[in-house]
């Protein structure tokens, strides 16, 4: 079984088609079907169902991706620790929520490039409970997020900083003049939310405990969350970090939640099988260096 025919069968997935995948890696598409041929040759079995102009995983290719994948990795560690006696070079995946990666993550990845220019940095922006998936399945070396502090026994887990919390309204919003917000307080009010986990599960835990009916639009975006509350659609419950701007302008207002003392934590992740490569350990060192400044 040949790397690079499992290089072009990761490929093939990954880009979702042959054609695809040959412009992805500078082969022919006769080239592509080639080496999958080669590969289910070997296999004794099709790896791909051809529905269309669509190709879909069968059983046995779902199952051969997980080992090609980590063939892949293993060959990429195995060079990366054989060269340049140590010093950071090759591909580092991280994957980081959007508020981590708008607020938190462009300075330290800014100075990690500076320092590493050998290191290739591949982003994902995901959601809290796919980068742990991904995590767990190799799809990302690293992942930035925040979250509640949570047990894993999967994963390595750096806790960099607390993050505080706020209830925010539009200004004007009756609860403005409140000196405290309840969760009863909410009753009936619509509530602009993130996705399930995280710093939406305190809220909700609040309301749920007090029995407090809202109406709930869940959101993808913390930036599209931040502009519906300032045109008065509803009420959100942000890190602070992504709504610091907006309240100094007082386009934002923070209401004067009963529970302020809730908070998340920014954390930095790995499997606690992964191999951590030169490059693994220095972004480590760095966004350390960087959370001690956060938390002034």
Known sequence: ??????????????SGGFTRAGAKLGYTQSTITAHIQSLEAEIGSPLFDRLGKRVVLTENGQRLLQYA????????????????EGQPSGTMRIGATESLMVYRLPPVLYEFKKRYPNVQLILQ???????????????????????????????CVHY???????????????????????????????????????????????????????AIIDFWSIEAIKHCVMSGLGLSYLPKIAVEEELERRRLISLPWRHSADFVTTQLAYHKDKWLSPAMIQFIKLIEEHARGWQV
Not at 1 to 14: I, N, P
Request: aromatic fraction near 4%; hydrophobic fraction near 35%.
């Open 1 to 14: 079984m040949e790397m690079r025919h499992l290089k072009t069968f990761t490929t093939v997935v990954e």
């Open 69 to 84: 994948k980590e063939i892949l990795r293993l060959s990429e560690e195995a060079v990366i620790s054989s060269s340049m």
């Open 125 to 155: 922006p995901s959601e809290n409970w796919q980068l742990h998936s991904k995590l767990k399945s190799g799809e990302v070396d690293l992942s930035v997020i925040t979250d509640l502090e949570r047990v894993d026994t999967d994963l």
């Open 160 to 214: 960099l900083v607390r993050e505080t919390l706020s209830l925010i309204a539009p200004p004007g919003h009756p609860l403005t003049q409140q000196s405290t917000v309840d969760p009863s307080d909410l009753d009936g009010e619509t509530l602009l939310m993130t996705e399930p986990g995280s710093y939406r599960d305190l809220l909700e835990h609040w309301l749920k405990a007090e029995r407090v009916n809202t």
